[in-house]
């Protein structure tokens, strides 16, 4: 090995990170949101102060809630989805994507269940709050992109005021 008192210790100022172009960079704080927001990226009627994760208590996850909500739920037939809703005590809205072996291969039933959750992730906002959504996945969900799941799935949306009555 060398001496290694022959090494610079300041950077040399290269050329800019080609990986990140300077018009890519993400502006930080309230105002790089709100001009993402106004750039029409984002659709005008979603939320912006709601938090974009899934976590893990938005999930129902035990099978007696599951089969409760698949039981005593009200049905709703959307398209290539059927869905099951139920109040809850929770305060805020959940979900449970299914897929069955119907569907199609596991790449088609993972794929159903991935835009079921992007769905639900970004649209929570709009649901009614304190429901169990369990929203099957059918015959035809796996070819589906996006935009059309939001299409199909909108009947779920709540309008102002229709939160209350259920």
């Not at 979603?46 to 994760?53: A, D, P």
Request: contains cysteine; aromatic residues 6%.
């Amino acid at each position: 090995m060398g001496n290694e008192a022959d090494l610079s210790t300041t950077c040399k100022k290269g050329k800019e990170d080609p990986r990140l172009p300077e018009e890519d960079v993400h502006k930080g704080g309230k105002e790089g949101l709100e001009e993402e927001a106004s750039e029409g990226q984002m659709a005008p009627d979603r939320c912006l102060g709601v938090r974009k994760t899934l976590k893990r208590g938005e999930r129902i996850r035990r099978k007696k809630e599951l089969e409760r909500a698949i039981r005593e739920g009200k049905r709703i037939r959307a398209g290539c989805f059927l869905v099951f809703m139920v109040p809850n005590d929770c305060g805020w809205p959940r979900v449970a994507a299914l897929a069955s072996r119907r569907l199609g291969k596991a790449y088609k039933r993972n794929r159903a269940r991935r835009l079921i959750r992007e769905f639900f992730r970004l649209n929570k906002c709009r649901l009614a709050p304190s429901f169990d959504y369990v929203i099957v996945a059918q015959k035809g969900a796996g070819e589906l992109r996006l935009k059309q799941v939001e299409e199909q799935l909108g009947v779920l949306f709540v309008r102002r005021g229709d939160a209350a009555s259920g």
